[in-house]
T-cell receptor, first 114, second 113 residues
Framework: KAGVTQTPRYLIKTRGQQVTLSCSPISGHRSVSWYQQTPGQGLQFLFEYFSETQRNKGNFPGRFSGRQFSNSRSEMNVSTLELGDSALYLC?????????????FGEGSWLTVV | SQQGEEDPQALSIQEGENATMNCSYKTSINNLQWYRQNSGRGLVHLILIRSNEREKHSGRLRVTLDTSKKSSSLLITASRAADTASYFCATVLPLSNDYKLSFGAGTTVTVRA
């Protein structure tokens, strides 16, 4: 069974540009969430989607957005990039909305903003 | 703000020794999950322990949970060089509509050959 797949793995963008990251969850998993990891702030929750609906959102500005498609695949978008957006962006999936689920992570997308 | 805090921040041990790291958290939880991260890679799930459980094992890993002290520990026995990584605890709150992981800063473990 394939794990959580994220693309692209590495990318470099210029300040002011926008970026879209993609995530394919584990087959059968309906919930996808996104996390940002930086040396200064550590691992922080961005948002979670379940059945194409955003269920939960972390404390990030509106420049960070996401969506989920009917096949559970998800994308996150960051607009008007800032230097501080440079981070490892991790996608995670779990089976459904019930509590007690294990959350599985992908390898992440390394974003560098120059 | 981070819910979990790991202790120590860094740990260096000899191959074959045991490694113990602790995690403290602030509020009631639904479950607590431990993850490993090798440099530059994603997070690998190790163990999930629910709030009504006290101890779980998986191979060379042993996790304990003390909800009265709001703390958990991860023990790696007979460590190997491949165990060199950062280890994170993450808590999930009891609310079913707030299922997100709140991570600590992690413990960096170095296993010397």
């Amino acid at each position: 069974k394939a794990g959580v797949t994220q693309t692209p793995r590495y990318l470099i963008k210029t300040r002011g540009q926008q970026v879209t990251l993609s995530c394919s969850p584990i087959s059968g998993h309906r919930s996808v969430s996104w996390y940002q990891q930086t040396p200064g702030q550590g691992l922080q929750f961005l948002f979670e989607y379940f059945s194409e609906t955003q269920r939960n959102k972390g404390n990030f500005p509106g420049r960070f957005s996401g969506r989920q498609f009917s096949n559970s695949r998800s994308e996150m978008n960051v607009s008007t990039l800032e230097l501080g957006d440079s981070a490892l962006y991790l996608c995670a999936s779990r089976m459904d909305s019930s509590s007690g689920n294990t959350i599985y992570f992908g390898e992440g997308s390394w974003l560098t903003v120059v | 703000s981070q819910q979990g805090e790991e202790d120590p921040q860094a740990l260096s041990i000899q191959e074959g020794e045991n490694a113990t790291m602790n995690c403290s958290y602030k509020t009631s939880i639904n479950n607590l999950q431990w993850y490993r991260q090798n440099s530059g890679r994603g997070l690998v799930h190790l163990i999930l322990i629910r709030s009504n459980e006290r101890e779980k094992h998986s191979g060379r890993l042993r996790v304990t949970l003390d909800t009265s002290k709001k703390s958990s520990s991860l023990l790696i026995t007979a460590s190997r060089a491949a165990d060199t990584a950062s280890y994170f605890c993450a808590t999930v709150l009891p609310l079913s509509n707030d299922y997100k992981l709140s991570f600590g800063a992690g413990t960096t473990v170095t296993v010397r050959a």
